[in-house]
C-alpha cells in the first residue's frame, strides 16, 4: 500500500495487468514468443521486451548502451528509436532469458510501488526521459501495460480483462486527450460539439465542446443537436484510440451522425499515442 492513496487505483491497475501478462506469456513456446504482435515491426517477444525496458527506467536503471541495426524501417521518429533501443537489446533472447527477465523485473517494481513514499506531485523521469509527476507516472504505467496486455492477447488468441482496471485507466487517460482531437487535430470549429457514445463492458458517453476561442473541454453531460455523434463499443474505441486499427477498417463497428466531414476529420486524427 503506497503512502498516498491517490496512487493506489493506478498502482492496483498496474499490478492487475502485469501479473496478467506475466501469467500468459510463461507457458509460451520459442515460436509463440516470435509470433507477430500486430504492432509494426513487434513480435510477443518485443512487446514485452518494451514493457520490461519500461519497468527497468522507472526504476531508475540506466539505459542499455546499444546501437540500433540500421534496417529497422518500422522506426519513424526520435520517440520510437528511443523506445526501440529497450526491445533491439533483448532482441534474440530465449523464451526462459524473456520469463525470468520480466519476473524479475515485476518483482523488483511491485516492491518499488508498495513502498513508495514520494508525494503525487514529485519530479521522476517519465516515457521517453522527460520529467512527469509520480501521479502521471503511475497512471501512464498503468495505462501503457493494460494497453500492451491487450496487444499480447489479440495476438494469442487470448482475450479477456477488457474491463479489468487497467481498462478504467485506459478510458480516462483516451479520453483527457480528446479534447486536442477535436479542437486541434480534426480542426472544428467553434461553437462546435461532439458526442462520443460507447457501448460494451466499458460503457461511457462523453461531450467534447469547442469554445469562442477553439480550446475544446470534455464533460459527461448529454448535449441537444450535437454537430457529430460517433457511437461505438469499447474494444472498436481502444483501438482506434491507440492506433491499432485506422477509420476505413473499422467502419462497420463505427455510426457516425451529424457533419460528415467533420465526422470524417476526427476519426482520420482518432489515434493518440505514438
Not at 524473456?98 to 518483482?107: K, P, Q, S
Not at 511491485?110 to 506531485?121: C, F, G, S, Y
Not at 494469442?156 to 487497467?166: R, W
Amino acid at each position: 500500500m503506497t503512502v498516498h492513496s491517490s496512487l493506489q487505483p493506478a498502482v492496483d491497475a498496474w499490478v492487475h495487468s502485469a501479473e496478467a501478462i506475466s501469467e500468459i506469456v510463461a507457458p509460451l513456446s520459442e515460436g509463440e514468443w516470435s509470433g507477430r504482435s500486430g504492432l509494426p515491426g513487434w513480435s510477443v517477444r518485443d512487446v514485452v521486451s518494451h514493457i520490461i525496458g519500461a519497468e527497468c527506467e522507472a526504476l531508475g536503471d540506466p539505459r542499455p548502451i546499444h546501437n540500433l541495426p540500421a534496417d529497422l524501417v518500422h522506426i519513424t521518429g526520435e520517440k520510437a528509436r528511443y523506445v526501440e533501443v529497450q526491445v533491439d537489446v533483448r532482441r534474440h533472447h530465449t523464451a526462459p532469458e524473456m520469463t525470468a527477465d520480466l519476473e524479475y523485473t515485476l518483482i523488483r517494481r511491485q516492491r518499488q510501488l508498495r513502498d513508495e513514499k514520494r508525494a503525487p506531485d514529485a519530479t521522476v523521469r517519465g516515457p521517453f526521459g522527460q520529467e512527469v509527476t509520480l501521479a502521471e507516472s503511475l497512471r501512464y504505467r498503468a495505462f501503457d501495460v493494460w494497453v500492451h496486455e491487450q496487444d499480447i492477447r489479440r495476438a494469442l488468441g487470448k482475450p479477456g480483462n477488457i474491463d479489468s482496471p487497467g481498462a478504467l485507466v485506459a478510458r480516462d487517460e483516451l479520453l483527457a486527450r480528446l479534447p486536442d482531437v477535436v479542437a486541434g487535430e480534426a480542426g472544428a470549429r467553434a461553437g462546435s460539439v461532439v458526442v462520443v457514445d460507447v457501448t460494451g463492458p466499458v460503457e461511457f458517453m462523453r461531450t467534447v465542446r469547442v469554445d469562442d476561442e477553439g480550446r475544446g473541454s470534455i464533460d459527461g453531460s448529454v448535449s441537444l443537436g450535437p454537430t457529430v455523434t460517433l457511437t461505438t463499443d469499447w474494444e472498436t474505441y481502444l483501438r482506434l484510440a491507440t492506433g491499432r486499427t485506422r477509420a476505413a477498417a473499422a467502419a462497420d463497428r463505427v455510426k457516425t451522425e451529424g457533419d460528415p466531414k467533420l465526422a470524417e476529420a476526427v476519426l482520420r486524427h482518432f489515434a493518440v499515442t505514438d
